[in-house]
């Protein structure tokens, strides 16, 4: 082969390896929900760098997501554990004040108030799967009990952080966002990409405003605290895990306004 042909091949070679690796690396980022170890967070605190928790750092994480008409855009994604027939939220969000919800679990009954007002499209699509019974049976799959991270992630209906609805919709309400103890958001890998799995925080947890804050808790922290005292089973590469003590949600019931 000549020289000039091989210089060719071999820059195309390199071309394709690293094509592969960067597929590789979005492959990963769309696998893993939310933050991964608290240390991290804690080192990039320290040293005073703004950093967005998986995705980056985009403005488009602080839009909120209801868009100019008052509607929400609820895009198809391809997401493990989506049944075929569930459809998506009405784009019109049916909610705009405080709505009641009750996380029916294992470990005992968990209250919730969703912000109709300020995450509207957050709020309508949790309404929409709890109706659709999407949650039932499913467990919650990711536990933190680092001091600056502090909470329960819940939502996939594998259990293995890599499911969704099948929809996926852009952030809300994260403008100075506070993820302190009692807070309800959801979890995603980047902005836009919010689907079914939402995190619960019994303690306050030191998070960049990425998440979308969709409600809090009002009765049963106490539930989430004992879930928390007895650990995690086995730890990942970023010190969180499964809980010990299971947690399977039963039932997600929405009383209303």
């Known amino acids: 082969m000549a020289g000039k ?13 690293q094509q592969q690796r960067l597929e590789a690396q979005r492959a990963r980022s769309r696998r893993v929900k939310i933050i991964g170890g608290v240390a991290a967070v804690a080192v990039l605190a320290a040293a005073g760098v703004a950093t967005a928790v998986l995705a980056g750092g985009d403005d488009k994480g602080s839009k909120a997501e209801a868009k100019g008409d008052g509607t929400c855009d609820y895009r198809a994604a391809q997401d493990a554990g989506a049944p075929k027939d569930l459809g998506t939220p009405p784009a ?14 294992s470990q005992g009954d968990i209250g919730l108030t969703l912000d109709g007002a300020k995450a509207p499209c957050a709020t309508n699509s949790f309404a929409y799967l709890a109706g659709k019974k999407f949650w ?5 799959h990711r536990l933190s009990t680092s001091a600056g991270l502090q909470m329960l992630q819940c939502g996939d209906p594998t259990g293995t952080g890599t499911g969704g609805p099948g929809y996926q919709f852009d952030n809300e309400n994260t403008a100075g966002a506070k993820y302190t103890a009692g807070t309800l ?11 079914s799995q939402f995190f619960l925080v019994y303690g306050d947890s030191q998070l960049p405003p990425d998440y979308t804050v969709f409600g809090k808790i009002t009765s049963g922290i106490d539930k989430l605290q004992a879930v928390a005292k007895a650990g995690v089973a086995t730890k990942g590469s970023d010190g969180t895990g499964e809980p010990k003590k299971k947690v399977t949600i039963q039932d997600v019931t929405i009383a209303g306004n």
């Open 185 to 195: 958001a959801m979890a995603n890998a980047g902005p836009g990409t919010n689907g």
């Open 5 to 17: 042909d091989r210089k060719k091949q071999l820059a195309r070679q390199r071309y394709e390896r």
């Open 136 to 140: 039932d049976k499913s467990h919650c």
């Open 92 to 105: 019109k969000p049916l909610y705009h004040g405080d709505v009641k919800a009750v996380l029916k679990t």
